[in-house]
């Protein structure tokens, strides 16, 4: 683990940065807040999603499952 790097360039990067350019360039407010909320649920699923995604490949590779409940014999 501590030879693990992180990558220089993520994909939310992109919507972000148009996100900054046209608040800047139009200068609309309305504009800049329907983004800013566009952009806040894309970067929130993105993040569910590789939550997620991670949970899974955990349980595959150890073989369990997730959020199971055994029955308890008491």
Same mark, same amino acid.
């Given at each position: 683990?501590?030879?693990?790097?992180?990558?220089?360039?993520?994909?939310?990067?992109?919507?972000?940065? =148009? =996100?900054? /350019?046209?608040?800047?360039?139009?200068? *609309?407010?309305?504009?800049?807040?329907?983004?800013?909320?566009?952009?806040?649920? =894309?970067?929130?699923?993105? %993040? *569910? %999603?590789? /939550?997620?995604?991670?949970?899974?490949?955990?349980?595959? %590779?150890?073989?369990?499952?997730?959020?199971? *409940?055994?029955?308890?014999?008491?």
């Amino acid at each position: 683990m501590s030879h693990t790097r992180c990558e220089i360039f993520n994909c939310l990067l992109i919507p972000t940065s =148009v =996100v900054v /350019g046209i608040a800047v360039v139009t200068r *609309l407010q309305t504009l800049e807040l329907f983004l800013t909320y566009a952009l806040c649920v =894309v970067a929130t699923l993105t %993040h *569910l %999603h590789y /939550g997620t995604s991670v949970v899974r490949q955990m349980c595959k %590779h150890f073989k369990v499952n997730c959020f199971t *409940l055994k029955d308890r014999t008491d």
